[in-house]
């Protein structure tokens, strides 16, 4: 069947009255567009899927570190529907068809990003991510952060509109992202290009709702640790990595951890876990909780979808099963 393309997908809807929730978003931007002035990159892109229904295009779930990841995440998807009794016989067998070819029991994937089943369109989708910098530091979590945009971490159903209301920083802050890419020198010719590509094929931008990273501050670099949906959530799997991961890793090692480790371990998750500003310090050792935002590439037939490096940087044509 034919689907629809995306409305709006290269407009941007600035209103000038906004929810009072959205307002302050808003003005939170502006903020820290003035303070974080550059756009820094903040690591390789994040994958997931979304899926069209008519004209409206939802995330089906996001958080793989790699396209391969995503198409076994779409597999999942398909075989979860099929098993739930709500399709008819023949999408059913469709579902289970490409989630056989995502998701094999032996052999390697079939790298096929989207699939065509009754009248659903399902894409894996690319997510780049970047971090607002000035000042020689990283931005830390905004205030209204402590409210999630979207109460799934996995951003399940979540609606791809372009033509939501939009205020003026929002929108200043998806204008500057239209021509964003890489920055020269740091990654291969074909990559750039692969950029300045998608910004003709997909010019419309929007925003995900944003992840979150602790770092540690060293003296000549900051070291990503851990992260997660919300400064919280980031803070607490710092602290889990030395309660739990590292007696865990010592004992693995044949070197098990010694009483008074395990209590300056503890210890420092106690003082992680009772932190409540963005830089603390924990065994002689500062770190910062940095805020992630995500955007989204659109066209005119929807999301972005992987770019060929993407594949190439993890060796993912006809990936082998990991189990296999």
């Known amino acids: 069947m034919t ?3 995306m409305p709006g997908y290269d407009h941007i809807n600035l209103v000038a009255a906004l929810a009072p929730d959205a307002a302050a978003r808003d003005r939170e931007i502006g903020e820290r567009i003035r303070r974080y002035s550059k756009i820094l990159p903040a690591g390789s892109p994040e994958f997931g899927y979304a899926i069209q ?3 409206e295009w939802r995330i089906g779930c996001v958080g793989a570190s790699d396209p391969s990841g995503a198409r076994y995440d779409m597999a999942g998807h398909f075989r979860q529907r099929s098993a739930e009794g709500d399709e008819d016989p023949e999408t059913v067998r469709a579902m289970r068809a490409a989630a056989d070819r995502l998701d094999p ?3 390697r994937q079939h790298p096929k990003d989207e699939w065509e089943i009754g009248d659903r369109r399902y894409r894996v989708i690319r997510i780049e991510k970047f971090t607002l910098i000035g000042g020689g530091a990283m931005e830390p979590p905004r205030p209204t952060d402590s409210i999630p945009i979207c109460d799934d971490s996995l951003l399940r159903g ?6 939501a209301p939009a205020g003026q920083w929002e929108t200043q802050l998806r204008l500057n992202l239209v021509g964003h890419r890489p920055i020269p020198g740091t990654v291969p010719d074909l990559v750039q290009l692969e950029a300045r590509h998608a910004i003709l094929t997909h010019p419309g931008v929007i925003l995900l709702p944003p992840s979150f990273t602790i770092v540690e501050i060293k003296e000549d670099s900051w070291e990503p640790l851990t992260g997660g949906p919300d400064p919280g959530q980031a803070r607490s799997n710092l602290a889990g990595y030395f309660t739990q991961l590292l007696p865990r890793l010592r004992e693995f090692q044949g070197d098990p951890a010694t009483p ?3 209590a300056a371990w503890t210890e420092a998750g106690a003082r992680i876990e009772a932190a409540t500003g963005h830089e603390f310090a924990a065994l002689g050792r500062r770190f910062r909780t940095v805020r992630v935002s995500r955007m989204l590439r659109l066209g005119r037939d929807g999301p972005e979808a992987p770019r060929p490096s993407d594949e190439e940087r993890h060796g ?3 990936a082998a099963h990991p189990s296999a």
């Open 260 to 262: 008074a480790e395990i």
């Open 105 to 107: 029991e032996e052999g």
């Open 316 to 318: 993912m044509s006809g």
């Open 53 to 55: 229904s008519g004209t």
């Open 158 to 163: 979540y609606l791809i509109d372009p033509r």
């Open 3 to 5: 689907f629809s393309l």
